[in-house]
């Protein structure tokens, strides 16, 4: 039976990118991944990372092989359709290079890969973990067909488990997904578009130059595979219909659908056990919070783990996985709060809300301190908070 100190269930981007983690902490961990070693990079999902985010990535030395592949956000336009009220953010008055940036998930999880080989961290692939077994001295498990036992075991991949405490929400709305080409540069811009069929949203995207961005259009999910299934021209009519002509569309990319919910774990730790990206939680993507909270958890845990390890404590104890849980409890709550709250306010045709939004899109516009507050919200999480 191997004992490996740290074991971590999924070989993506988040598992990946704890690995590294711990791995700049001086502590040892081995990756089980139930794919097979090119799976991930198949992944054609598109990831808007934060200011925070890149941080995080340079941290762990990822950055300047990700860069490359990455397109900054300068501006980002909020508006509602058919209201008054809209507010610009830009990264110039919030004092960064960049409010985030947008990337294919693949290019990240293949600069994870590489800095995680270079690190030479042992990465089991084919090795799905299953029939957990947690007591006192450790948590057995077994990974593939072999048995293994670690002082602790992170999942950092897959879904929240039917088992799990947990709570959902179904939005009863999903996401067309796909890149476009745009008839002028975007020149860094980012527009957010809120309709009554949901949030509709453009990325700069650095894949096809300075015109491509990635699209997220968010509609009820009984119209969503009448809307994948229409032909490019109808569709960039009616994509140039939701921002009232003010960009103009020249091509799209085949489309992709996915549907939108809210899981989430009630807590995140368990005996021995800690859960982590998409294993404790799934969000909406308005706002593009997923992976961004992902990352701060991964920061945050293996500091944790770290000061344990700096006291002689043992990584798995309670006391050390309550301690990172209530470390993350106001920027985790925060976020899903935070994002849960931008769909259901902004999703639906209720005059005095849309009233509201508008007052509230106005009032950002008009005090430079607020608007700052949201940027930093959603650049840092909870470190935005004083």
Not at 211 to 224: D, G, N, R, S, W
Request: hydrophobic share 45%; with cysteine; charged share 20%.
């Amino acid at each position: 039976m191997s004992t490996p100190g740290i074991a971590i269930a999924g070989g993506g981007a988040a598992g990946l990118a704890l690995a590294l983690a711990l791995h700049k902490q001086g502590l040892q961990a081995e990756v089980f991944d139930a794919g097979a070693p090119d799976t991930a990079l198949a992944d054609k999902r598109i990831l808007a990372l934060s200011h925070g985010s890149m941080q995080t990535l340079d941290w762990l030395g990822v950055w300047p092989a990700l860069e490359r592949k990455s397109a900054p956000i300068t501006t980002i336009h909020v508006s509602q359709q058919g209201g008054l009220g809209r507010t610009r953010i830009s990264a110039a008055e919030q004092n960064v290079a960049a409010l985030g940036y947008v990337c294919p998930a693949a290019a990240l999880v293949a600069a994870l890969a590489a800095a995680v080989n270079n690190a030479h961290i042992p990465v089991h692939h084919q090795r799905l973990v299953h029939d957990a077994m947690a007591t006192e001295e450790g948590v057995h498990f077994r990974a593939g067909e072999e048995e293994y036992r670690a002082a602790l075991l992170a999942y950092a991949e897959g879904a929240v488990d039917e088992g799990a405490h947990l709570r959902q929400r179904d939005y009863g709305q999903h996401a067309i997904t796909c890149t476009a080409t745009l008839a002028l540069a975007h020149q860094g811009a980012a527009w957010e578009r809120f309709t009554s069929h949901g949030p509709v949203a453009l990325l700069p995207f650095a894949g096809g130059g300075s015109k491509e961005v990635a699209l997220v259009y968010t509609c009820p999910a009984a119209e969503a595979e009448a809307l994948q299934q229409l032909d490019d021209d109808t569709f960039i009519t009616r994509l140039q219909a939701e921002f009232n002509g003010r960009i103009q569309i020249a091509a799209v990319t085949q489309r992709h659908r996915f549907p939108l919910g809210l899981r989430y774990r009630d807590t995140t730790v368990g005996q021995r056990q800690v859960w982590l990206g998409n294993a404790a939680q799934t969000l909406h993507p308005v706002a593009g919070q997923g992976y961004n909270l992902a990352l701060r958890d991964i920061r945050d845990l293996a500091r944790t783990l770290a000061d344990a390890a700096q006291q002689g404590n043992d990584p798995g104890a309670a006391k050390t996985l309550q301690r990172y849980a209530a470390r993350r409890r106001l920027d985790r709550h925060g976020t899903i709060g935070f994002t849960d709250g931008l769909v259901r306010l902004f999703s639906n045709d209720h005059p005095l809300l849309h009233h509201a939004r508008g007052a509230g899109l106005l009032a950002l516009d008009l005090l430079p301190p607020l608007r700052s507050f949201v940027a930093n919200r959603m650049m840092f999480g909870a470190r935005a908070f004083p």
